[in-house]
């Protein structure tokens, strides 16, 4: 019996099929941010878990980190988020650093959950922030480009919505009906349970918390208020913004947005599809900031998202949205290798074919041309070469288009620039 070792539990391998779906969100991903002027950077995929203990929160980093002691004993973890590095990075260089700092950035993450659809242990997020001011209007601005790239993709506004809080507003809202300072971290965690427990479980919880029943029926009414956001004059700036870039079909304010993490001090907003049966919150941001005063910089503010790529690719998928072809062979031209002793002679015209700048396969074996014509076709190749005595002998290839079932007897000097115009004119 044959027994192929397993991959690790919560990973995915990558085929070239679903490679090439990861390059084409990625190219996405860089064509968007750069059209907002957003600078690409990276961090190291290694950090102290230190790091995340300044504000990340504990169930990130007590239940979800996969952390290691390294020989010399520091506690390592690997990142299963970017924020932190990203006020690490912005406070060792504060002063040289022209603001506002626009950077986005594309890795892989680490988090040590129960594997279920949408939520693996090892992940891809975009991250995307702007450093260095406090404005509704940059926020809006990265709200803008979280929609801006479900534009791209094809994702229209009946397809993913975004929904916008913001932590000051529901600050003084828990205030008014009697959360203490001390509770208000406990009580953001149980909002952000809301939609993810059944209610009676929700509620239970709420009440093991401290909440009065009053409390919890005031919270209920809060959390239903769909008007809220007009009592904040950042929200409504923040409304404004969208609506002025023409993206208001996208957002919606929703009082159950707050986020698990602890470093958010303002505008919170998630993504969310309403068709489809993925739950899980496409991308999800905002402000935050302390943050690099916590990591040990000066103060200074932020915001920013980070999307993943699980549950936007089960989305595209599952709404028919993933271009076709991608993954396949890039190459479209084939040669092939008439017998052993002009091995050579097909290696050279390969290699003259890809000088002009085309992409090419060299058959890698003397075999039967039917074979290699048959592989032509598997890979879809367009235009298949053959060079045997007969043409050597006059310095010419035989030049076959598949598309248009033609063929060629054309000098060997002047095939790259034969193939160009067929490939031009088709
Ligand atoms: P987060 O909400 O923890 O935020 O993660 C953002 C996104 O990463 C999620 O919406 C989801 O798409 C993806 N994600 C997270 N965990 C998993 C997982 N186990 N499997 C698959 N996808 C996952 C943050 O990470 C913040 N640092 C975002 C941020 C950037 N805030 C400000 N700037």
Excluded at 57 to 69: A, K, T
Excluded at 82 to 111: C, D, E, M
Excluded at 324 to 342: H, M, N, R, W
């Amino acid at each position: 019996m044959r027994k192929v070792i397993q991959p690790v539990k919560g990973t995915r391998d990558f085929y070239p099929e679903e490679m090439g779906i990861r390059t084409w969100i990625y190219q996405t991903i860089r064509n968007v941010s750069e059209s907002f002027g957003y600078q690409e950077w990276e961090a190291p995929l290694l950090e102290t878990l230190d790091l995340y203990a300044a504000k990340s929160g504990e169930e990130l980093v007590q239940e979800q980190s996969f952390v290691f002691l390294d020989r010399g004993g520091d506690k390592i973890a690997l990142r299963p988020e970017l924020t932190p590095s990203l006020a690490r990075l912005v406070a060792q260089r504060q002063a040289q650093l022209s603001v506002p700092v626009r950077w986005w950035s594309f890795g892989p993450f680490w988090r040590y959950e129960r594997p279920q659809k949408g939520r693996t242990r090892e992940f891809f997020q975009w991250n995307i922030d702007m450093l260095g001011v406090n404005t509704p209007e940059a926020d809006a601005e990265l709200i803008a480009v979280a929609a801006t790239f479900f534009q791209k993709v094809g994702l229209t506004p009946d397809k993913v919505t975004i929904l916008i809080n913001d932590r000051r507003l529901m600050d003084s809202e828990l205030s008014a009906i009697g959360i203490l300072a001390e509770k208000k971290n406990d009580v953001f965690n149980l909002i952000d349970r809301r939609n993810k427990l059944q209610y009676a479980e929700w509620q239970t919880y709420a009440l093991s918390l401290g909440l009065s029943e009053t409390q919890v029926s005031g919270l209920n009414e809060i959390l239903d208020n769909s008007e809220l956001w007009r009592k904040s004059t950042e929200l409504s700036r923040v409304f404004n913004a969208l609506s002025a870039m023409g993206l208001s079909d996208y957002v919606q304010y929703d009082a159950k947005i707050i986020r698990g993490l602890l470093y958010y001090t303002g505008t919170v907003f998630e993504a969310f599809s309403p068709t489809g049966d993925i739950r899980r919150a496409i991308c999800g941001g905002g402000r935050y900031d302390n943050l690099l005063a916590d990591v040990g910089g000066d103060p200074m503010p932020g915001v920013g998202f980070a999307m993943g790529d699980v549950v936007i690719t089960l989305l595209l998928q599952s709404l028919d949205l993933i271009p076709t072809g991608l993954g396949k062979v890039p190459a479209k031209i084939l040669v092939t290798v008439f017998d052993q002793e002009s091995f050579p002679a097909s290696l050279e015209i390969a290699k003259e074919l890809r000088q002009n700048g085309l992409d090419v396969i060299c058959y890698p074996e003397a075999t039967k041309l039917g074979k290699q014509f048959k592989f032509g076709d598997r890979i879809s190749a367009r235009i298949v070469i053959v060079s045997g005595p007969d043409e050597m002998k006059i310095g010419s290839v035989t030049i076959k288009d598949l598309e248009a079932g033609t063929q060629q007897v054309i000098l060997r000097s002047e095939a790259a620039k034969y193939i160009k115009d067929l490939l031009i004119g088709s």
